[in-house]
């Protein structure tokens, strides 16, 4: 009725949009019955041995890499000598908590001495609450039986974490310094995180062989703009009056910069070290894949295997692991926040804090004393000295075998038919769709939703990303990969939208979902695969599930801020004016988060692709699986490079036009 | 107000200049360095040199001087210039082109270091936002510009803590700016602007983000340490009753170019111009203006026998004695007759229709 009532504006905007609507309806009408019509042909498919002269050319590079290693000059003064610094610093690490080192059978510092640094360094940092749970986690990583592997992931976390600040302090105080930096750097440290994970670790090992310092640099690729981000963001945040005032008083930028920007920028910055090691510790476990020691490697070697209960007792360790550092990190920045600002805690609790600390450094010291002492201080002994098993990770893997053994059998009707069920209906045609049609049908539909929902410059990429897919002969896979990606999104995103108003419209649901959420988030995004090969073995399926899980709690809290940012007054004002639940949702909060919703659709996609890929690992198969067999088999080498290459490709189109869509809705 | 009017009044005359601004101009954007010297772009309006060159003058050849002990107001609504005059003269922003003489030297040639050596020791500043560092206790705070000259410990502490009783906040010293209110956080401001025992204080509006009545409180602070310390200072405020309650003299700004240089009762009695005029205009009169503004000369048939009054006093205080006296007050400078003020001429100022 009131659109009736409405004078020219409306109808030129109501003109404007189903047109572009009905054209996407029509495109993929078109799509579907060309796609019909012309199924089968010019599919470009590859069987899985097959190379392409890109694939054997990219062999051949690495081959001639392998011989001139040690003679070319590149190699002998830059990319060698990088790979040795980090080697070194890694197995000095390693050599100090995790493996035998300096002709000693153990480490220099045993398990007791480690527990007792973490626990405190945890309670001086944090508080105590932190270092009872940093003795309580660290010591079940050594009741798991995986005390080593436990040891050598924190050394090869903390080597990043350490080279991260080293390198990003410097570039964020510059790039929170210096309009002109920000404005260069920024678009690097986006092109470092969007990538999926995965996709750096081959040309790594190119440059740097397989190994710590491979697994290292992945790693620092990952972590870095953290640190950058963080500190550049917390230098940016302090008043501009601070700074002037000091200027005034005739401060030197030496004496601004430490006197009064990084003070000031502390707390953001430990923030950062936390986003920090939370980064690396994700990045680490996947470099396992390129050989990096630690849980990552336990839990790989056990998907391959499908032990199920070894993986996820390995999984709950690096679960164990992210929480107590992600804890400690949170707790410290908490402490710097209330130092920041000047706000002590209780008089009783400064005047006692320093004779705790000073007896807390003693027992610690004691503590690493002994384990460098005694051989029970220093290997994590699996047997109390009377005898009684104290090992509980083979109780952890046993039981969880049989609940999987049990779940497999007995619910397989269940998993199987809801798995089978998704699978037939919804990934088998959308997947016939993609990978059935004519390779050229695609790329038509794709640079035509490019231009309806974007503009020129989603056109152009996505055209230059399509070239750069064919160039890579992987076009059959990628579209396998974009199928599953589709799917995992969709899902996500009305999880997304579910979960997200609901938290948004119901305080006491919010604080019950955030914390899991959280909680979700922190977990090194490989620990998922597992409980779902537990489920549903191995297959395509799985790698879905563990996508939208992944990429589902990003997306939810997006969701959740953005309708919960809507303006009361405007809820207000269609409450008073009659509206339902049902249009209050539909007609106002989400119409005024729809910039959420599209970052959320993004954001989504992004994380849905790292995931997707890393599902290669059980079975998704596809460009993921591409890029495994290329760590695993010489002949593959090329193709899993180039397979990293598509996935670059795929997720530059994805982001570009979703991004412009975005753009186009806020403009429009 | 009086007192401060006539002092001020014999130093300007006496004394060398402390600051002296000659033909300064800042603009922003593109290739500055070109505008002040092209007439032709000098003469396009605000939005066609934008569209044209994309620069923005902020301050268009400005030039004045500040006596010894003078406090020197300049006053415009906001996108005026004054703030970024303001920071022209300490070279927090740097000037596009003229000069700034302190002391008989030239700041805008002084290179970082003597640059740094005058902010350190020659002039400091006050801020609306007041610029403390919040991980600092106040004392730390009030002795940030003595840290940053060298000074040590000790020394710092107790200079600290002396400008610390000076600006009334005693008790205080342990506390971090975060746990005071919004005048008290500036007067932490000023004590560590003192506190480098400056020639000059630079105020940047330094009051406009306090409440009316703290904000009083912190005006008369200002008289009062003027009073005290008779330091030289440059206020910069968009309150008018500020600027007339503190000034000696008053530069009145708009879009970057003086409209009117002069004492607050020159402003009142004599405006350059309609803008002046309009600003003034709810200004109440008799407590700016003196009798040598309302006089007129004497006709035949005065009475030339009632009292005598000088033609700096404020109106407002010879109301009483203008209104008591049955014959015409007459004005009287060195002996000689300037004019007479009557009934009529009271009464219009208090009635306001003048």
Known sequence: ?668 | MAAVTERSQTAIATAEPVVSVRDLWMVFGPKAGGVPSSPELCDLSRRELIDKTGNTIAVRDISFEVAPGEVFVVMGLSGSGKSTLVRCLTRLIEPTAGQVIFEGEDILKADQKRLRELRRHKFSMVFQNFGLLPHRKVVDNVGYGLEVRGASKADRRRRAMEMIELVGLSGYESSYPDQLSGGMQQRVGLARALAVEPDVLFFDEPFSALDPLIRRDMQNEVIRLHRELNKTMVFITHDLSEALKLGDRILIMRDGVVVQVGTGDELVGAPANDYVRDFVSDIPKGDVLTLKWIMRPPSDDDPMDGPELGPDVIVREATRVVLAADKPVRVVKDGQLLGIVGHEEILAIVAGTI
């Open chain 1, 1 to 668: 009725m009131t659109t009736m009532a409405e004078p020219e504006p409306r109808s030129r905007l109501s003109f404007q949009w189903p047109g572009r609507g009905k054209l996407i309806v029509g495109l993929l009408v078109i799509w579907l019955v060309l796609g019909a019509l012309l199924r089968g042909k010019q599919t470009l498919s590859l069987a899985p041995a097959d190379l392409t002269g890109l694939h054997r050319w990219f062999n051949d590079l690495d081959d001639s890499i392998s011989a001139n290693r040690n003679s070319n000059p590149v190699f002998l003064y830059f990319f060698n000598e990088i790979r040795l610094v980090i080697d070194h610093l890694v197995v000095f690490i390693q050599g100090l908590i995790a493996q035998p080192a300096y002709g000693r059978p153990v480490p220099v510092i045993g398990w007791l001495g480690v527990v007792a640094l973490v626990t405190f360094l945890a309670s001086a940092f944090g508080n105590l609450r932190v270092g009872a749970l940093a003795l309580v986690g660290f010591t079940f990583l050594g009741l798991q039986g995986l005390w080593q592997e436990s040891m050598d992931t924190l050394a090869l976390t903390l080597a990043a974490v350490l080279l991260s600040l080293l390198i990003g302090i410097p570039l964020g105080i510059w790039a929170g310094t210096s309009d002109r930096f920000n404005a260069v750097v920024t678009p690097i440290l986006d092109f470092m995180q969007t990538m999926p994970t995965f996709v750096y670790l081959a040309p790594l090992t190119l440059f740097f062989l397989i190994g710590p310092a491979s697994a290292t640099i992945a790693t620092l690729i990952y972590s870095l703009p953290c640190a950058v981000r963080y500190t550049a963001h917390g230098i940016r945040e302090v008043p501009p009056s601070s700074v002037e005032a000091a200027t005034s008083l005739g401060a030197t930028g030496w004496q601004r910069l430490t006197g009064v920007l990084l003070p000031m920028a502390k707390r953001t910055i430990v923030l950062g070290l936390n986003q920090t090691i939370m980064a690396a510790l994700a990045m680490v476990t996947i470099a396992a894949l390129i050989d990096a020691p630690g849980l990552g490697k336990t839990v790989l070697k056990a998907l391959e295997t499908l032990d199920v209960g070894t993986a996820f007792n390995a999984g709950l360790a690096i679960v164990v692991m992210a929480i107590c550092l992600d804890r400690i990190t949170t707790a410290a920045s908490r402490r710097a926040e209330l130092a920041g600002r000047g706000r002590a805690p209780k008089a009783w609790a400064v005047k006692a804090r320093r004779p705790a600390l000073l007896i807390g450094a003693i027992v610690t010291l004691f503590a690493v004393y002994l384990s460098r002492t005694y051989l029970w201080a220093a290997e994590f002994p699996s047997t109390l000295r009377n005898g009684t098993d104290i090992e509980i990770g083979s109780d952890i893997a046993k039981r969880v075998s049989i609940i999987t053994d049990w779940v497999q059998l007995n619910l397989s009707g269940v998993t199987n038919g809801f798995k089978d069920a998704v699978t037939s209906l919804v990934i088998d045609p959308l997947q016939t769709l993609l990978v059935e049609s004519p390779w050229w049908l695609v790329a038509l539909v794709l640079i035509g939703l490019a231009a309806l929902l974007g503009d020129t410059r989603a056109v152009i990429t996505t055209v230059i990303c399509l070239a750069v897919l064919l160039g890579t002969g992987l076009w059959q896979d990628t579209m396998t990969t974009l199928a599953m990606v589709l799917v995992a999104t969709v899902v996500t995103i009305a999880l997304g939208v579910l979960v997200g108003v609901w938290m948004a419209r119901n305080r006491r649901v919010d604080s019950v979902v955030r914390p899991i959420l959280d909680a979700f988030q922190t977990m090194p995004p490989f620990v998922y695969l597992v409980p779902f090969v537990a489920l549903f073995a191995a297959s395509r399926f799985t790698a879905i599930v563990a996508a939208v899980l992944y990429a589902a709690p990003v997306s939810i809290k997006i969701v959740a801020d953005g309708v919960a940012a809507v303006s009361p007054t405007t809820v207000e004002a269609a409450t008073a004016s009659g509206s339902n639940t049902w249009q209050i949702i539909t007609k106002v909060q989400l119409p005024m988060a729809r910039e959420a919703l599209t970052l959320a659709v993004n954001q989504g996609l992004i994380y849905v692709l790292a995931m997707v890929v890393v599902g290669g690992l059980v079975g998704a198969g596809a460009l993921g699986f591409d890029v495994v067999a290329g760590f695993s088999q010489g002949q593959l080498f090329g193709k899993g490079l180039a397979a990293g290459i598509a996935i670059v490709a795929l997720g530059i189109m994805l982001n570009r036009i979703t991004v412009a869509a975005a753009h186009r809705q806020r403009t429009v």
